[in-house]
Nanobody, 127 residues
Framework: HVQLVESGGGSVQAGGSLSLSCAAS??????????RAWFRQAPGQEREGVAA???????DYADSVKGRFTISRDNDKNMVYLQMSSLRPEDTAMYYC????????????????????WGRGTQVTVS
């Protein structure tokens, strides 16, 4: 049974930086989770894809975070990270880690229904 646990959220002033982590357990090999992604959901808004990383290290980002956020993964440690910089108030949201056994790119990585596993989220507040 795969479990995802996020950490690293918090409060920061606009222009600041935060780093999120997501640990996966219940899988023997981190590369089994072919696609690992970050989503976010602000109050009253739909959950949206932020970034995704394939097991081979290919990444993609939502236009709103390109150039500011960096996703990375360490398959040996079953970890995925999201380094966020130049944060804006509109980045305020609950951030969720997600994973799917299939690849990222066929079917579109931001499609929520594709993901088998979700963390419980970590709050990021930018003021």
């Amino acid at each position: 049974h795969v479990q995802l646990v996020e950490s690293g959220g918090g409060s920061v002033q606009a222009g600041g930086s935060l780093s999120l982590s997501c640990a996966a357990s219940g899988t023997g090999d981190g590369s089994e989770l072919k696609c690992r992604a970050w989503f976010r959901q602000a109050p009253g808004q739909e959950r949206e894809g932020v970034a995704a990383a394939s097991s081979g290290g290919i990444t993609d980002y939502a236009d709103s975070v390109k150039g500011r956020f960096t996703i990375s993964r360490d398959n040996d440690k079953n970890m995925v990270y999201l380094q966020m910089s130049s944060l804006r108030p509109e980045d305020t949201a609950m951030y969720y880690c997600a994973a799917v056994l299939g690849g990222c790119w066929s079917g579109g990585w931001p499609r929520i229904a594709r993901y088998h596993y979700w963390g419980r989220g970590t709050q990021v507040t930018v003021s």
